[in-house]
T-cell receptor, first 115, second 115 residues
Framework: AQSVTQPDIHITVSEGASLELRCNYS??????LFWYVQSPGQGLQLLLK??????LVQGIKGFEAEFKRSQSSFNLRKPSVHWSDAAEYFC?????????????FGQGTILTVHP | DVKVTQSSRYLVKRTGEKVFLECVQD?????MFWYRQDPGLGLRLIYF???????EKGDIPEGYSVSREKKERFSLILESASTNQTSMYLC??????????????FGSGTQLSVL
């Protein structure tokens, strides 16, 4: 069965510092890859996704992610974190051939931003 | 503005009660989903529906059933609530196709406590 692992449960960074959130997946072929963000008290919002093509994808709010097939990873990055980025971040995958939206999510990474 | 609305933000029920969680979307989406969110476990798919009266089990369907009588409404039913079903329940919808436009739209969630 496919799985998604986010090794870091909780990350703390200072405002203005760079950020990288890790995501690894286990699946034979290249899946469809997603990052979602959940701000306190709100529903999840799509940040970005990767289906094929350029392995570096840009998303909303200044986030980007890089797909590395050799490492089965899809890490999320941001060069300079803002206090409003404090939230929980979820990596998710969908196998090709499965229904739209039928995702397997990682455990989530809580991001705390210090002023 | 597109919306997925869950009828209750907080719900407290007693063990053995039958519980209904309601979700309505206004985007004419074919697919609707119920996920359960628990700390450290991320989101896990309970059930999803790809059309009216059509449903498919997700990863953790035990103890749950669903109903989709109309396209815009998807209900999650706990036939006999148990304490281990205390959790945050998230409803989501998506179109059934559309190439690179794939995206889940989430409701704000229902925090269910079973006492």
């Amino acid at each position: 069965a496919q799985s998604v692992t986010q090794p870091d449960i909780h990350i703390t960074v200072s405002e203005g510092a760079s950020l990288e959130l890790r995501c690894n997946y286990s699946y034979g072929a290249t899946p469809y890859l997603f990052w979602y963000v959940q701000s306190p008290g709100q529903g999840l919002q799509l940040l970005l996704k990767y289906f094929s093509g350029d392995t570096l994808v840009q998303g909303i709010k200044g986030f980007e992610a890089e797909f590395k097939r050799s490492q089965s990873s899809f890490n999320l990055r941001k060069p300079s974190v803002h206090w409003s980025d404090a939230a929980e971040y979820f990596c998710a995958v969908r196998r090709s051939g499965t229904s739209y939206g039928k995702l397997t999510f990682g455990q989530g990474t809580i991001l705390t931003v210090h002023p | 503005d597109v919306k997925v609305t869950q009828s209750s933000r907080y719900l407290v029920k007693r063990t053995g009660e039958k519980v209904f969680l309601e979700c309505v979307q206004d985007m004419d989406h074919e697919n609707m989903f119920w996920y359960r969110q628990d700390p450290g476990l991320g989101l896990r798919l309970i059930y999803f529906s790809y059309d009216v009266k059509m449903k498919e089990k997700g990863d953790i369907p035990e103890g749950y059933s669903v109903s989709r009588e109309k396209k815009e409404r998807f209900s999650l039913i706990l036939e006999s609530a148990s304490t281990n079903q205390t959790s945050m329940y998230l409803c989501a919808s998506s179109p059934s196709s559309g190439g690179f436009g794939e995206k889940l739209f989430f409701g704000s969630g229902t925090q269910l406590s079973v006492l």
